[in-house]
């Protein structure tokens, strides 16, 4: 597609719920990111995909998140247990590469607010 | 770790008049700087970037100079309009722990108010 898209751009949710937000990226880009941003708060880092392959997990918070992107383009993350503090928007990105030269472009976002 | 920090905001201009952001950041090695807009309503965009030092990005009458022996990033532009009111982010790129993962680190934001 034109953009990054992601779906769907609202979601609440009760706590202890399992959400799935969806990304489709540009057309081709091969890495695709993941991020995190909480009120009045700067995008924290999540995961990162070269391809179909997680490539830098280190920014999940814990063991209840999980992305995979099966065939590299697609990518869903998955958030087990919700708690209130996950409420924030999650950002997508994607690059042609993953090296900076190539930019990145955001999605909108999904706000997830857990109630 | 790498880090960005950004002037806190909201900063409110009067329509014309000049714009500084300052961004100052703290990294290992040679990262890129970067800085995004986001206008209300819509995602983050990539307003301006600059790879190494004394580098100048410049995108829609904003500019920002790649200072490495003052680690900083300012973003200024010479005559504001009404439009540009939006949350300005500094970020720079770090290598991670993957090779090639150029994931970004964010300043906290910086809210521009401008008034006709």
């Known amino acids: 597609g034109a953009g990054v898209s992601q779906t769907p751009s609202n979601k609440v949710t009760e706590k202890g719920k399992y959400v799935e937000l969806r990304c489709d990226p540009i057309?081709?880009?091969?890495?695709l990111y993941w991020y995190r941003q909480s009120l009045g708060q700067g995008p924290e880092f999540l995961i990162y995909?070269?391809?179909?392959?997680?490539?830098?997990d280190s920014g999940l918070p814990n063991d209840r998140f999980f992305a995979v992107r099966p065939e590299g383009s697609v990518s869903t993350l998955k958030i087990q247990r919700t708690e209130r503090g996950d409420s924030a928007v999650y950002l997508c990105?994607?690059?042609?590469?993953?090296?900076?030269?190539?930019?990145?472009?955001f999605g909108s976002g999904t706000r997830l607010t857990v109630v | 770790g790498d880090s960005v920090t950004q002037m806190e905001g909201p900063v409110t201009l009067s329509e014309e008049a000049f714009l500084t952001i300052n961004c100052t950041y703290t990294?290992?090695?040679?990262?890129?700087l970067f800085w995004y807009v986001q206008y209300p309503g819509e995602g983050l965009q990539l307003l301006l970037k600059?790879?190494?030092a004394d580098d100048k990005g410049s995108n829609k009458g904003f500019e920002a100079t790649y200072r490495k022996e003052t680690t900083s990033f300012h973003l200024e532009k010479g005559s504001v309009q009404v439009s540009d009111s939006a949350v300005y982010f500094c970020?720079?790129?770090?290598?991670?722990?993957?090779?090639?993962?150029?994931?970004?680190?964010w300043g906290l934001g910086t809210s521009l108010a401008v008034n006709p």
């Open positions: 995909f070269q391809g179909t392959g997680a490539a830098d």
């Open positions: 970020a720079l790129s770090d290598r991670g722990n993957a090779g090639n993962n150029r994931k970004l680190i």
């Open positions: 990105a994607s690059s042609p590469g993953g090296g900076t030269n190539y930019g990145y472009t």
């Open positions: 057309s081709g880009h091969t890495a």
């Open positions: 600059a790879t190494k």
């Open positions: 990294a290992t090695g040679y990262p890129s």
